[in-house]
């Protein structure tokens, strides 16, 4: 090659390098600028898709939540914080806490960890949808068909007489008087809580507030996605709605246990938020999609349901309405926790909503959250 050709090379080379420094001196400009007030801890893991908004709408206004990072939040606030330092240099500690997630990952997509402890299937959930969908229900058939199991007939009661459900000082103390108070519309979510709510294990661990918190978050999540379905498609849907909520939740619920149980093994290390909160955000959404495949439910369940894996919004009316309810909940609790003021929440939430398309009565559903 004559002295021409080198010399070519070599000025393509200057104009090329020149470029590149150029091009990373303009990013890291960008870089600079401050982070949103409520954003949570970042991530250790570099890539976090949840450590950036999702669109420009989202990088520009501060007020609008990233993703799924307020959910994040809100399970890592439910662990309790080690009470001294971890003895563990911290390059062994993060590495310890990355195999953890791993092995929980592992464990959960393993068909024999799935065949023994998958939530089994209640019995009566085939017939009661057929029930709760037909528009010539009674109650009284409805009544009859949950007294077919006492399990089922006292896990009601009690979740009528909560307060969450409860409309009356006096307990409801028979299924016919639950039905009659509550009336159709009011008894098709009861019904769905009592079918799917696990047994779950609390303590006074680092992970013993998490069940409890889990299962609120669903509850709420549950009956904002119900309500934001009613108010557009009618109450067959709402019921839907109500299931994939529940059913994240029993996701959640089985991904808590993994985890309990795998820091059970490492009792020298304390539970980490971070790891806790982004494993139950990574495989919440893929175990309860397999609960609702083994259960043989409807497809549009099970697409509702792997679209929450992805950070991008949703496009099916259930998965929509199920990230919203997520969201809103989240964000009610983290505002009972003192995180921020109600005002703040949901100027937060209606700006999150504005930037994803999402339409609903906010403004109302926001004094329920917080009641």
Request: glycine share 6%; charged share 20%.
């Amino acid at each position: 090659m004559d002295a021409w050709a080198w010399g070519a090379i070599a000025g393509v080379l200057v104009v090329v390098i020149g470029i590149a420094i150029w091009w990373y001196l303009r990013d890291d400009g960008d870089d600079r600028r401050p982070a949103p007030r409520y954003a949570p801890r970042p991530s250790d893991d570099e890539g976090d898709a949840d450590a950036a908004p999702l669109d420009a709408e989202a990088a520009a206004d501060p007020r609008i939540p990233t993703g799924r990072a307020l959910v994040r939040e809100l399970y890592a606030a439910a662990v309790t914080p080690a009470s001294a330092a971890d003895p563990m240099p911290a390059d062994e500690a993060a590495a310890a806490h990355a195999a953890i997630a791993a092995a929980c990952a592992n464990l959960l997509s393993r068909t024999q960890f799935q065949a023994r402890h998958m939530p089994r299937r209640p019995q009566l959930l085939p017939k009661l949808m057929r029930a709760l969908n037909d528009p010539d229900i009674s109650l009284e058939q409805i009544a009859h068909i949950v007294s077919e199991d006492p399990t089922l007939s006292a896990n009601l009661l009690r979740i009528a007489n909560s307060p969450f459900y409860r409309i009356q000082e006096k307990p409801v103390e028979s299924l016919m008087r639950a039905a009659t108070l509550l009336g159709l519309d009011g008894l098709r979510p009861v019904i769905a809580a009592a079918l799917l709510q696990p047994v779950m294990q609390t303590g006074d661990g680092p992970l013993g507030r998490l069940p409890g918190v889990i299962w609120e978050h669903t509850q709420l999540a549950a009956d904002v996605a119900a309500g934001m379905i009613r108010a557009g498609r009618g109450q067959e849907d709402a019921f839907a709605a109500q299931m994939v909520g529940l059913l994240h939740g029993l996701g959640a619920i089985v991904v808590a246990q993994v985890l309990r149980d795998n820091y059970a093994l490492h009792a020298h290390l304390a539970p980490d938020p971070r790891t806790v909160a982004r494993v139950l955000d990574e495989q919440a959404a893929p175990m309860a999609h397999r609960i609702a495949m083994a259960w043989e439910l409807s497809d549009r369940i099970g697409v509702a349901l792997e679209a929450q894996r992805a950070e991008a919004m949703p496009t099916d009316p259930l998965g929509r309405a199920l990230r919203a309810g997520r969201i809103a909940a989240a964000l009610a609790m983290l505002v009972r926790e003192g995180r921020f003021s109600r005002d703040e929440g949901l100027e937060m939430l209606e700006a999150w909503a504005a930037s994803r398309g999402v339409s609903a009565d906010f403004a109302g559903m926001w004094v329920r959250l917080l009641a």
